[in-house]
């Protein structure tokens, strides 16, 4: 009898072991190709530079409410920031909104096309085979856009976009693909890091990268000119 209850408990610590093991080479690789990490990263030049422009002039008139940025603490549940290096933003017009969503919504086409080309040869020997629209429908939201406006001395430090919080008056979610576009590039330094590598950005780019833990980026410090840009969500 004991020397069942010995062998029964030897047997299952060797199986907890052979689990845990098997478990660690999952979890716990021994490399990971960071690189390809950054395939999922995509620029692409959508907006009309008159565009840009108009955007920006528009947004500059005096009636426009610009307020500081601050971060939202979760742990805490209060905001905070500091006000001397903090980027101003401003939700956009109903009608900028509109005057924008062909370029996102194409921007955002093309990231899924991409991305699902490869997923769709890797299904296509599944049976039955999936739908169409599986392979190019899964973003179903755009959260409103807001502008960015940096001044000299500020700056957006490294963050993820892994909001929990975001609602967009009748829709809640989490941030799939964060979208981001540049209105200018006539300033000093605000260079944009993705993962610790500078993205070149030019007027008119929408910059669309997953918004999970993987991505995290920043604005550098603008140290010439005021740089304008927009942000959004895909969810
Ligand atoms: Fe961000």
Request: aromatic share 12%; net charge positive; glycine share 6%.
């Amino acid at each position: 009898m004991e020397e069942k209850l010995f062998t029964n408990e030897r047997e299952t610590r060797q199986a907890i072991q052979a689990a845990a093991d098997q478990a660690n080479k999952v979890r716990l690789p021994n490399f990971i190709n960071w690189k390809c990490v950054d395939d999922y990263i995509m620029v692409q030049n959508l907006i009309p530079a008159q565009l840009c422009k108009s955007l920006i002039r528009e947004s500059s008139l005096p009636g426009i409410k610009w307020s500081k940025h601050s971060w939202y603490n979760y742990g805490s549940d209060h905001f905070s920031s500091v006000p001397e290096k903090e980027l101003d933003v401003v939700n956009s017009s109903p009608e900028q909104f509109k005057s924008m969503g062909k370029y996102l919504e194409k921007a955002l086409l093309n990231y899924q096309k991409k991305y699902s080309t490869l997923l769709k040869e890797k299904m296509l020997n599944q049976n039955p085979l999936p739908s169409k629209k599986q392979f190019t429908s899964w973003i179903r939201h755009i959260s409103q856009v807001r502008f960015n406006r940096y001044h000299v001395g500020t700056k957006m430090r490294t963050h993820c976009d892994h909001i929990q919080s975001l609602f967009d008056g009748k829709l809640k979610g989490i941030p799939i693909i964060s979208i981001v576009g540049l209105l200018n590039d006539n300033y000093g330094g605000g260079a944009f890091m993705c993962r610790d590598k500078k993205i070149n950005l030019i007027r008119g780019d929408i910059l669309l990268f997953p918004s999970n833990f993987m991505y995290p980026h920043e604005v550098k410090e603008i140290t010439k000119g005021i740089r304008y840009s927009f942000v959004s969500w895909a969810f």
